[in-house]
């Protein structure tokens, strides 16, 4: 945590009490967004993401391995995420902490839930072979809210993610890397961030919103509007009214957000 | 992040060329960006060949872990890290022996060209990103490295600058790629401070003659000129002559 300033903390609460803020954005206005894919030739599917001055790349690494044996014919996504010690003074190296975790946590539940990705269409073999993709967040700059940031990172990755396609020849899996194919994806779902500051509530926290906001609500939400993830944060509550208000923003924002994302990377 | 291929600045000489096509004497394309990230201190972006590494310098800074100060002067702490998605099959993240060892000697590499006495009790911290690797990262690293500090502002004597030889099929060559790694028969990383060509890093990984070492170590001081000027002109493009 960096330390603020008392005299920043009222300046930002008493500019956002007049519906102002310090980067002269209205309080529902996201920063500026930068999306680009095929960023690392290596992973299968890549997307680096610029949300203002916070910036991550997300790589997508597929491997062949044993369903769970309660979803026998579904495959397997696995999120992890890595706040390097690179992208902020207060990101120490080492093993992820629990601000990594809840941030590999919410990203993973946004694009599970929204059930975006069909997981059966990742089934090789039933009850012995199925996809495994390892989604891996890289935070390489970090100037608030991750979490919008990293599901528009993972969602452009997953469209950018080509995999071999299959065959069974006698119990053995063939893999053709001559024709490959994307993921099945059937949907877009993606995250909208507030930040209770004084009485109000802002979107897409900037850094130093986000260190002095007393509460923190992230929605995911699919492109039809229904709610698939959603994450409290922060030591303060938030009113019935601040939730009701910042679904009506995140169902306002979420179509802006996936046009953007079809105009520069292509439609799903 | 763009690839931008750069003019191969080799003039082609008469000895056989290597399996992408270079001259035993050539650098693979390479592109160097100075402070690209926001948070960091200094920091920078390299590209060489498939290799893409981005480097961030924070410091000198106060140095949390006691033991680590020193009252004279700062220290340098690297950490050399590969992305998970960086490699062909994707590698577990976290620090393993490799890694380790290179954030050690990169330190140690970057360490000569430092001037740290006017920094006691305080602590330099270099960390070194690998998003793909293609071959010769550690060199590609420490290269990078050096420009990131110099984008941070740390006092140095001069920049520090590496590249790698070795032995391919019997002929000694500049920058080895991931493929002539694997199939050569000796890899040698050298760092040098380009000013007065003073040797900062050696490694040697398989089997040379004397004379092979001596032709291997020329071409790599040669080779790490040449990505000097690079280096430089990246500085120069970030704050001007």
Sequence with gaps: MDIIPEIVRENITNLINKKERTDGRALDEFREIFIETGVITKAEGSARVKLGNTQLIVGIKPQIGEPFPDTPDMGIIITNSELLPM????????????????????????????KMLNLEKLCIIEGSSVWLLFIDLHIIDYDGNLFDAAVLATVAALRDTKLPTTKIEEDEIILDYDNLQPLPLEDTALMCTFAKIGDQIVLDPNLDEEEILTARLSIGMRSDGIICAMQKGGEGPLTIEDIEKAIKITKEKIPQLIEQLDKTIGDL | MIII?????????????REDGRAPDEIRPIKIEAGILERADGSSYLELGGNKILVAVYGPREAQIKRLQRPDRAVIRCRYNMAPFSVEERKRPGPDRRSVEISKITAEALRPALILEKFPRSVIDVFIEVLEAEGGTRCAGITAASVALADAGIPMKDMVVACATGKVNGNIVLDLSEEEDKKGEADMPVAILPRNKQITLLQSDGNLTEEEFKKALNLAIKGCLKINKIQKEALKKKYGE
């Design chain 2, 5 to 17: 291929i750069t003019p191969r600045e080799f003039k082609r000489i008469s000895e056989p060329a």
């Design chain 1, 87 to 114: 992208a902020s003074p207060t990101f120490e190296p080492g093993p992820p902490d629990e601000r990594s975790i809840e941030l590999s946590r919410v990203v993973d539940r946004c694009i599970r839930e929204s």
